[in-house]
């Protein structure tokens, strides 16, 4: 798949309109005009809206009406929403066609054939993943469910446990680079958006499917949409796998279990619009070694509910669109699997609550001010992370209490002021924030964006942004056997440096785009090998510069081959980075150090007969850093390995049918064990069947 930008130029069809004022970071104030492109590739677009007017002309002049019209799709990657032909920010964009051909059966999977994006993924069907963005951790990133930031404060090991599965989801946006004026604290590094599929009509739909290790999923989905102004979707999800792998005890420790339910709902007036939605996810999952080498039977179950109401007001120069918001996560982890005798169980409970509104006004046709401000309480309580609590709180279903905890506040002000100019655009703006953990006071945070359209073809741009990310509770509290955290942690800063140049025409697009990004107080587990202590200790180890490069091509197969229609698309997209690590020669990293520093990935799609699609997808990775692979008694010193480059091959087949759809998918076909993180090997060949009915 591929990183389509932009100024995308392929043919689009338009097959239902609708207004999904949650769509599309809706938090953002943006509103779709548009329910469903057509489109065949991970796409790169910005959509706030589209015209809809259509010329008479011949197919010529047809077909370069609809280049330009597909020109005004844009998701704003900015607190005032602007069109794609004046961004000069990247989201990449992961529409429902493709989430449908991938042969993914998480949304962490699918994340995997994005250049810019690190998957390390630790257990089955996305149980336990990391997603990291340009070299980042999964730390650094804000995660998003239409719109609503759902970050778990306590550890970003379980940001991407979401209550809706991969046939709800419409599309996945990507925001690559640091964002603190979109976002603020935690998007350091960038977003991923979650964007559930809309009220657009009232229908059932079930699926399910199954193959190795034991690997089943069942899923179910209503929608109701009336003629007026109400529309409801529920749907519910269980999942189940025993893993691909047995302790030396010879019990499974990599199988999961886990369901889901999801409901949104929707008012839509003629001036304004109400959207809520609700939903929990369950999960238990074993770790294997992840998190301690003292076991490798470790396993851990985790509950969150969401809910969130947002709404939008549609006419007038001022724009308003507020939210609140509750996330509740618990968390039980077992270093020994049912035995609480060897070593206590670790419980965790968080709340989250969030309130914000982002609004802009519209001076005139060439200035638009935008205004927002949230803030967002957290609170935690556990058994071991935190300060000591006043008083205790009881552990509900054990005879145990919360003696720990946490309380911290984060507000956000951030002032934006946009300029558009005939072929120039300039989008400038300023976010400070202030966290009631932190002892530094107020922290500002500026941002510019420029993008100067050459022609219809070539559009150029340029960007300087800053950003910070405040420590997890786990950085700053976890201390076990093996790890010594420090709750003296200072926030981590960025400030980065991005240019690119953008390159269109009919059935083929091109794009290449370099950053720079200049790391402060970076956190980490690491262990100083010089160092007579071999824990891992969190600590802000200093500076790092970072340098990468991105190149991505699309070609439309159909297009440029008209005589025949085997080939549909070929996509392929690279990523290159470096950073400078040689003042940290001797330090093993557990995450900051360790990042790819090769990344390239193809697809192509093929349409064998009639309604029979094949889809390949294609990988390779070569991670930088290193990691203990065991421990010498002699020199107490750790063994270590480097990670070793790996190529993947995914594959799905296909049958589309009006009112049901057959597929047959493949993961890692050629089976090489390869290692994401440590000495865990992912599974080898992994085969599975499904199918899904549409009423």
């Known amino acids: 798949m591929n990183k389509v930008r932009f100024n995308k130029r392929s043919t689009i069809v338009f097959k239902r309109f609708s207004n999904k004022g949650y769509s599309l970071f809706a938090a953002l104030g943006r509103e779709v005009l548009i329910?469903?492109?057509s489109v065949s590739t991970l796409s790169h677009a910005k959509a706030e809206g589209i015209s809809t007017r259509m010329e008479k002309a011949d197919a010529d002049s047809t077909l370069l009406h609809q280049e330009h019209e597909l020109d005004e799709v844009s998701i704003t990657a900015s607190r005032a929403p602007l069109g794609s032909t004046r961004q000069a920010r990247m989201v990449t964009v992961l529409s429902q066609k493709e989430i449908a051909a991938a042969p993914a059966q998480s949304i962490?999977?699918?994340?995997?054939?994005?250049?810019?994006?690190?998957?390390?993924?630790?257990?089955?069907?996305?149980a336990q993943t990391d997603i990291g963005i340009r070299g980042g951790n999964y730390e650094q990133i804000t995660i998003l469910l239409n719109g609503v930031n759902i970050n778990d404060p306590q550890t970003g090991h379980n940001a991407f446990d979401f209550p809706c599965s991969l046939s709800d989801i419409q599309r996945i946006e990507v925001l690559e680079g640091p964002a603190a004026r979109v976002y603020g604290t935690s998007s350091m590094l960038g977003a991923v958006n979650i964007i559930t599929r809309g009220y657009d009509n009232t229908g059932l739909q079930a699926g399910v499917e199954g193959g190795s290790y034991g690997y089943l999923s069942a899923t179910a989905r209503a929608k109701y949409a009336d003629r007026h102004r109400w529309s409801h979707s529920l749907s519910g999800t269980y999942t189940r796998s025993d893993g691909y792998s047995r302790s030396q005890k010879g019990h499974l420790n990599m199988d999961y279990n886990g369901g889901k339910a999801f409901y949104q709902g929707r008012y839509d007036h003629a001036d304004f619009n109400i959207r809520w939605q609700a939903g929990i996810s369950t999960r238990s999952f074993g770790s294997n070694t992840f998190y301690s080498s003292y076991s490798d039977e470790q396993y851990e179950r985790t509950?969150?509910?969401?809910?969130?109401?947002q709404g939008s007001n549609k006419?007038?120069?001022?724009?308003?669109r507020p939210q609140l918001y509750w996330n509740h996560y618990t968390d039980r982890f077992e270093l020994f699997h049912d035995n609480p005798d060897a070593y206590p169980f670790n419980y965790h409970r968080t709340n989250v609550f969030g309130a914000g509104i982002n609004s802009w006004y519209d001076w005139s046709s060439q200035h638009r001010t935008a205004l927002s401000a949230e803030i967002r309480e957290?609170?935690?309580?556990?058994?071991?992370?935190?300060?000591?609590?006043?008083?205790?709180k009881p552990i509900h279903g054990t005879e145990r209490a919360y003696t720990h905890g946490i309380n911290r506040t984060n507000i956000q002000l951030t002032l934006e002021h946009n300029i558009l100019l005939k072929a120039f655009t300039i989008s400038m703006g300023l976010t400070a924030v202030k966290n009631s953990w932190s002892d530094a006071g107020t922290r500002f945070y500026p941002g510019i964006d420029a993008s100067y359209r050459l022609s219809e073809r070539w559009k150029v741009y340029a960007s300087y942004n800053a950003s910070l990310r405040m420590p997890s509770v786990t950085e700053l509290y976890y201390n076990s056997k093996g790890y010594n955290a420090n709750k003296h942690l200072r926030p981590e800063e960025l400030a980065a440096v991005e240019i690119g140049i953008v390159h269109g025409a009919p059935g083929i697009r091109t794009q290449v785009n370099a950053f720079f990004n200049h790391y402060r107080n970076l956190i980490d587990w690491i262990i100083n090998e010089k160092a007579v202590s071999q824990e891992l200790t969190?600590?802000?180890?200093?500076?790092?510069?970072?340098?990468?490069l991105q190149a991505d091509v699309r070609l439309d197969l159909s297009r440029r081959l008209p005589s025949q229609r085997f080939l549909k698309s070929l996509n392929m997209a690279?990523?290159?980075?470096?950073?400078?690590?040689?003042?940290?020669?001797?330090?093993?990293?557990?995450?900051?150090?360790?990042?790819?520093?090769?990344?390239?990935?193809?697809?192509?799609?093929?349409?064998?007969?009639?309604a029979l699609g094949l889809n390949f997808n294609y990988r390779f990775q070569k991670r930088n850093g290193q990691y203990a692979i065991d421990f010498d008694e002699t020199t107490r010193k750790n063994i270590l390995n480097r990670y070793s480059p790996y190529s993947v091959l995914d594959a799905k087949l296909t049958w589309t049918a009006p009112r049901y759809t057959l597929y047959l998918e493949a993961n890692n076909l050629t089976g090489h064990r390869y290692a994401d993180f440590g000495r865990l090997k992912q599974p080898g060949r992994w085969i599975m069947a499904g199918m899904s009915i549409h009423l």
Do not use: C, M
Request: charged content about 20%.
């Open 378 to 392: 957290e609170d935690l309580v556990s058994g071991n992370l935190g300060e000591p609590l006043d008083h205790p």
């Open 574 to 610: 690279y990523t290159y980075l470096n950073q400078d690590q040689k003042r940290y020669e001797g330090i093993t990293s557990q995450y900051v150090l360790e990042y790819l520093r090769h990344k390239f990935v193809a697809n192509l799609q093929t349409q064998v007969w009639r």
């Open 108 to 126: 962490n999977d699918l994340l995997k054939y994005i250049a810019g994006v690190d998957v390390r993924q630790r257990g089955p069907v996305g």
């Open 315 to 320: 006419h007038g120069r001022l724009h308003l």
């Open 538 to 548: 969190t600590t802000n180890f200093g500076q790092i510069n970072a340098v990468g």
């Open 35 to 37: 329910g469903i492109l």
């Open 303 to 309: 509950t969150k509910t969401y809910a969130a109401l």
